[in-house]
């Protein structure tokens, strides 16, 4: 199932914005975070998803989700102004993210390319 971040435990496991100006994501796993309030629509439709998607991808990708209603400072910290958005966050690297419901097809392509991607060298 989808852990549900807090503020507190959002510092804890992903990233403490208050000790670094800096991005340095804190995870074992590459993530993506749901934006999400209750009332939305749009958001009912991703939810769903997002708990599928975090039980086929057990182990590989951690998957959660933050009420911007409860937490509106960390929904402020990413200038969440619509929802759901989602935060894609490589094991290394920059997050991004992405505005909408995307459908399954969508978020597990964004996830291969974004977050599970080996890195292909030529000598």
């Not at 960390?74 to 759901?84: D, E, K, T």
Request: one cysteine or more; proline letters at 7%; a negative charge.
């Amino acid at each position: 199932m989808t852990d549900v971040l807090t503020n507190e435990t959002f510092k804890a496991k992903v990233f403490n914005y208050e000790l670094h100006k800096e991005w340095k994501y804190d995870g074992e796993l590459p993530a993506v975070i749901d934006f999400w309030a209750p009332w939305c629509g749009p958001c009912r439709f991703l939810s769903p998803i997002i708990d599928e998607l975090s039980d086929e991808m057990k182990g590989q990708v951690q998957f959660y989700k933050v009420n911007t209603d409860e937490e509106q400072e960390l929904a402020g910290v990413f200038g969440i102004r619509s929802i759901p958005s989602l935060l894609f966050i490589p094991k290394e690297g920059k997050p991004m993210m992405a505005a909408g419901a995307l459908p399954k097809n969508e978020l597990v392509k964004v996830i291969n390319e974004n977050l599970l991607a080996k890195k292909i060298i030529t000598l």
